[in-house]
């Protein structure tokens, strides 16, 4: 690893203006290189509701790199040979995998190409300031659907059946054959959306940000990020069993249309609560216990 000439801060107006330039001209050649890559992420993030906290993920990023700019302007600027390295072998992996058309891998390079375009130009000091924000963009990739299928089929069962001893509980009569549920006047299907496994994504990635927010302390960080997957379970779970009651009562058409859909935004806001007061909680448990910082 080399310093720069004059060694100067990562965000500096005393960087040589040529460096700057090259620089800028290194990351646009960058992002044309993935222009193959952006229609089709672009159109899965707009058009799959299991993937549509992906929009989100670059303008989360941003704002986490924007708050460490004061630690930038103090980080010193030395070139760095490992990202060269790391930035070939990802250029390498992407052109195998775009001739392969396995889109995971193409939309993993752009991260991975990133981080070594940023350890490379401005050295371990920026690198290791802004590794967060940066791997954090992998949330932005789409999880392929074998996964998801994989996954929900089960989630589906695990929610009905939960879902159908919470109904039984409160003396409605109802009857479940696989993802169904059969009442008295309505018919219920617990859908892949209703598993929780378009939830759990999105509550994984909160819970990861709420971590990375919270003071010192990698056991309730673990715990955070941990307690997302059954939160997003849990949710889906009030979510069916509040629609399939409300079925009971006032027929299946309440499981239809807008308030179907208004009802996941309710149980998602819900969640999000919950995980905030979590996130609260055990930051303030945090600075009560020094031993586990």
């Given amino acids: 690893m080399k310093t720069l000439h004059n060694p100067v801060s990562a965000m500096s107006s005393l960087s040589p203006f040529s460096y700057w330039v090259k620089a800028a001209v290194v990351f646009a050649l960058w992002a044309l290189v993935f222009l193959p890559v952006y229609p089709e992420l672009w159109h899965t993030w707009m058009n799959n509701a299991n993937n549509s906290h992906g929009v989100l993920v670059p303008v989360i990023s941003a704002v986490l790199i924007w708050s460490k700019r004061e630690q930038l302007v103090g980080a010193p600027i030395r070139v760095s040979n490992y990202g060269a ?17 396995v889109a995971v891998a193409q939309r993993a390079m752009i991260v991975f190409t990133l981080m070594g375009l940023v350890l490379f130009n401005f050295g371990r000091d920026v690198f290791k300031i802004l590794a967060f924000p940066l791997a954090y963009l992998l949330f932005m990739i789409p999880v392929p659907i074998s996964i998801y299928n994989l996954i929900a089929f089960p989630l589906q069962l695990f929610v009905t059946d939960v879902s159908r001893v919470i109904i039984q509980t409160v003396q409605i009569p109802v009857f479940q054959e696989g993802n169904m549920l059969y009442f008295a006047q309505a018919q219920l299907e617990v859908a892949e959306a209703c598993s929780g496994i ?41 979510r069916v069993a509040g629609t399939g009651i409300l079925a009971h009562f006032y027929g299946e058409q309440v499981a239809r249309g807008f308030l179907h859909e208004f009802s996941g935004l309710i149980v998602f806001a819900f969640g999000f609560i919950l995980m905030l007061a979590g996130y609260l909680l055990l930051n303030q448990w945090g600075r009560k216990d020094p031993s586990d910082r």
């Fill in 85 to 101: 390295l790391l930035l070939a072998a990802s250029l390498g992996i992407y052109l195998l995998v775009l001739a392969g058309h």
């Fill in 198 to 238: 378009r939830s759990m994504t999105a509550f994984v990635m909160l819970g990861v940000l709420f971590a990375y927010l919270m003071d010192k302390g990698w056991l309730r960080r673990g715990i955070l990020v941990l307690s997302a997957i059954p939160l997003a379970v849990a949710v889906n779970i009030l």
